[in-house]
Every structure is written in C-alpha cells, then in structure tokens.
C-alpha cells in the first residue's frame, strides 16, 4: 500500500508541475490589431480593447537628434523606450529612458520593397537572443524569427465578399504564435519595423 501512495503522489506532483510550466503561455495563436495614422500609433485587442500606446520620447544623446518613442500601456505607464541611431541601428531600455537595456536592432537591408533588421534581446542573467525581422513596410507584412521559428507574423486587413479587398495601410494585425508572450517586445518590434522606412 505504501508503493502505490507514494505513485499517485509523485503523479499528482507531475501533474502540477506541468501546469505550472505551461501557466501564462497561450496554446494558440494571439492577434493583435494596430492603427497607426500621422499623430498615433495603437495596439488593441481582439474585443477592441486598447493594450498600448506610443508617445515620443525626451530627446536622448543616443538617438543623435532623431526622435525616440515610448510604448506605454493602456493607462500611460511606460513598458519600453526605443531610440534610434544614425547609423541605423535602435536601442530599446525599460521604462522610460535609457536605463536598462532590453533589446538592440541593426538594420541590414532596406529598400522601397524590402527591410531586414537583426535583433539582439537581452534575457535573464544577461543571456543573448537572437531574432530576425523581414518585410515590406508599405505593405505593413513583416515576419518575426527566432532561430528558424517563426514567433510572429503580421499582414494587412481585409473585407470578404464577392470581392476580397484590403481595408487599408492604417490598419494591421499582428499574430503571435503559441510559445512566445512577450508582447511588449513584440510590439516594440512593431515600432521599430514601422520606423525602418517613412510611410
């Protein structure tokens, strides 16, 4: 009789174990739906919801003269502040300002119909990972490596009828795929793809 309590007890055990490793990351794909015009850029939910927000940042020495953004939440407080160089290159810190480094992007490639950008995170006890960005800015397409995995796709809207046709550039939807859940640094990538080329 011991043996077998003990059994059940250490499956019980793995069984909470399992759920605690899965808490918290969606088993299926998360869309997010941005609306960017001239004065903002938005990130809401499926329902319509407001998830962030994008202001300007406090001009930093890093960013040479040029603009920073800020990505907040939907009550304003600062998640990520992304500054970009001269050289092409974007820095993103934690909160507002420039105090901890989260994320680096180098622009590798940028034409009228193509931009490649090589993403650097910063992980837990200093780790390095690696990620990739390719897509079209004026078509608002762009997919999200990391490794050889996708993490991340984004594409335009569209209306079905009898004929299928785009709602327009000033609306997109991003999808995250089951694994990652990061969302504020997916959207930060968001920005710093939209700011790879002026459209």
């Known amino acids: 009789m011991t043996k077998l309590s003990s059994n059940s007890e250490e499956r019980e055990s793995e069984e909470v174990t399992l759920v605690e490793i899965h808490q918290g990351i969606p088993l299926i794909p998360i869309d997010l739906f941005v609306k960017k015009n001239r004065k903002s850029v938005r990130f809401f939910d499926a329902f319509d919801n407001l998830l962030y927000k994008v202001s300007d940042a406090a001009i930093s020495p890093l960013s040479s003269g040029l603009r920073g953004r800020v990505l907040?939440?939907?009550s304003g407080v600062p998640l990520v502040s992304i500054f970009r160089s001269r050289d092409g290159t974007w820095k993103g810190?934690?909160?507002d300002g420039c105090g901890e480094l989260l994320f680096e992007a180098e622009q590798t490639l940028n034409t009228f119909?193509?931009?490649e950008l090589n993403i650097i995170l910063t992980g837990e006890n200093g780790a390095k990972i690696t990620f990739a960005l390719r897509?079209?800015?004026f078509w608002r397409t762009c997919t999200i490596y990391q490794d050889k995995f996708i993490?991340?796709?984004t594409n335009l809207m569209y209306k079905l009828g009898?004929?299928?046709h785009f709602v327009?550039?000033?609306?997109f939807r991003?999808?995250?795929?089951p694994g990652f859940s990061d969302y504020n640094f997916i959207a930060s990538l968001i920005l710093v793809f939209l700011d790879g080329r002026k459209q």
């Not at 991003?174 to 795929?177: A, D, G, K, L, R």
């Open 168 to 171: 327009g550039r000033s609306k």
């Open 135 to 137: 897509g079209c800015v």
């Open 93 to 95: 810190f934690k909160g």
């Open 113 to 115: 119909s193509k931009i």
């Open 162 to 164: 009898f004929r299928k």
């Open 174 to 177: 991003v999808t995250v795929f």
């Open 151 to 153: 993490i991340a796709q």
């Open 72 to 74: 907040l939440d939907s």
